[in-house]
């Protein structure tokens, strides 16, 4: 269905009260921001092109509609009338990080102070953390899943970051195996390219990658084609140290810990990596020192 049939359905829903307008399209979906029946606050409702694009149908609906952390963006409910299947979602106001590290015209990250950044940082360890500890992968964690509260107030700091699009999440303890490639590439960690054999250390891989984009304000691999960026990731390149400059007077002292945490989170070897509570407390030790 086109854009015209699906809001045309949306608005007919017994659950919804009132579209009040488009927030973005994807290759799947549409987001609308809506009001409705039950929830005071505005919401945003993904509406999905096809049935089987759905997150979470089944047994994984349960434990996707089951989570709840300030800092992921919470489904409120999984709606299937028909031929129209829709997501509703907790309202974030303030776009994507993708969008507001690389596409505003006001280049306010550009602005942001790197103990900012890293308490955006925080915010992204602290949901991986508790999904982890919940049993349950990611697979695509990217600044474009990472969504600010509200927008961003110059001056202000930023706001709140949470976590989004459980498309991909898939509990581990019920699967012998993983599928291979799921996810976005650049973020990828090599045993996801490279095999079905992964866990919750391919998130904390992708938290590397992403991180080191929120603080360099760098496309990660910008440069290379997909083939070129397969072999990149799978010959252990990564990012480099060079682009953390960009963050600004800290400290070489403090700038050599930024590069350790990231370094720990992207290690070849999954079985060294930190944990995700572990990366938040490193993550947390950095914030304070640069507070102080």
């Not at 990660?220 to 060079?242: D, H, W, Y």
Request: charged share 20%; with cysteine.
């Amino acid at each position: 269905m086109d854009h015209s049939e699906l809001l045309e359905k949306l608005q007919q829903s017994e659950r919804i009260q009132e579209v009040h307008e488009l927030l973005g399209t994807g290759s799947f979906s549409y987001v609308f921001c809506c009001h409705v029946v039950g929830i005071e606050d505005q919401v945003a409702v993904k509406v999905l092109k096809q049935k089987d694009m759905l997150p979470g149908r089944g047994r994984e609906a349960e434990f996707i509609q089951g989570l709840r952390h300030p800092n992921l963006v919470n489904v409120l409910g999984i709606v299937e009338e028909g031929t129209l299947h829709y997501v509703i979602l907790e309202l974030c106001t303030g776009g994507s990080l993708q969008d507001v590290i690389h596409e505003q015209e006001e280049d306010l990250w550009a602005e942001m102070p790197a103990v900012e950044r890293l308490r955006a940082g925080y915010d992204i360890a602290s949901a991986l953390d508790y999904i982890h500890q919940q049993e349950i992968l990611h697979r695509d964690i990217k600044s474009g899943n990472a969504f600010l509260h509200t927008p961003i107030v110059p001056g202000c700091g930023c706001p709140t970051v949470k976590v989004g699009d459980m498309g991909f999440a898939r509990p581990v303890s019920e699967f012998s195996g993983m599928t291979q490639g799921v996810g976005t590439l650049r973020y990828m960690a090599p045993e996801v390219l490279s095999s079905g054999d992964y866990g919750v250390s391919a998130d904390i891989f992708s938290f590397g990658i992403l991180l080191h984009e929120m603080l360099s304000g760098s496309i990660p691999f910008s440069s290379k084609n997909e083939a070129a960026l397969c072999l990149a990731i799978m010959g252990g390149q990564r990012p480099p140290f060079e682009e953390l400059l960009e963050i600004g007077h800290i400290g070489e002292e403090r700038l050599h810990q930024a590069w350790s945490i990231l370094q720990a989170c992207w290690a070849e070897d999954p079985d060294t990596r930190p944990t995700a509570g572990q990366v938040a407390e490193m993550i947390q030790e950095l914030h304070s020192s640069l507070c102080r």
